[in-house]
């Protein structure tokens, strides 16, 4: 929905305001918590802006927020613009299935303190923390309508030719597979 629209749905409202608060702040930190049919692990995310000294302070960030995966992917426009503005952004992921969870809770209010010690808010010390950083993230969508059945097993890692899930039809015919085309960490299913 970005940039979201004055007259718009709620959402795109909601959206359009929030995108004029952030051209004036240093810093959009962007949590979230897994709904109710998203299965995925703690990591964080941003995407290059084009200004260096922005995406100098974002990957400084990612690199002290303690969770074992991130990416830092191509430019989008909301980076770009909100760049533009003097502002980084940083999205997280942590807890799933649309849980109250008091440990994924608390894991956004410690990277919210990583951020806020990164932009001078707060005097805490914080030293990096060893990650996987994912400079390319693959993404399966399905194409085909029917019911989605997952293949997930709780190992995050996957293999090429592993079967990430099916499509079925209400009377459980195979519609689709979802093969995966490379090796790699699942970090997100919805």
């Known amino acids: 929905i970005y940039p979201g629209s004055k007259n718009g749905s709620s ?23 897994g709904s109710l049919t998203e299965r995925l692990l703690p990591f964080v995310w941003s995407w290059a802006s084009s200004n ?3 995406d100098e ?3 400084t960030v990612i690199q002290k927020i303690p969770v074992a995966y991130a990416a830092f992917t191509e430019k989008i426009s909301m980076t770009a613009e909100l760049a533009q503005h003097g502002c980084g952004y940083l999205l997280t992921e ?5 849980n109250y969870n008091t440990t994924a809770i608390n894991r956004h209010i410690q990277w919210a ?8 808010m707060i005097d805490e010390k914080v030293k990096n923390f ?5 400079r390319r993230v693959a993404e399966y969508v399905i ?13 995050p890692i996957i293999r090429t030719g592993d079967i990430l899930g099916t499509v079925r039809s209400l009377e459980g015919k195979m519609i689709e597979q979802v093969i995966a085309k490379e090796d790699g960490i699942f970090l997100w299913g919805k």
Do not use: C, Y
């Open 11 to 33: 959402s795109e409202q909601l959206r359009f305001w929030l995108s004029g608060i952030a051209s004036t702040a240093q810093f959009w930190l962007d949590l979230h918590d």
């Open 52 to 54: 260096r000294l922005i």
């Open 57 to 59: 302070q974002v990957k």
């Open 94 to 98: 942590s807890g799933s299935f649309g």
């Open 113 to 120: 303190h990583v951020v806020m010690s990164e932009l001078g």
């Open 130 to 134: 060893p990650k996987k950083i994912f």
């Open 143 to 155: 194409r085909k309508k029917g019911l989605w059945f997952s293949t997930f097993s709780e190992n």
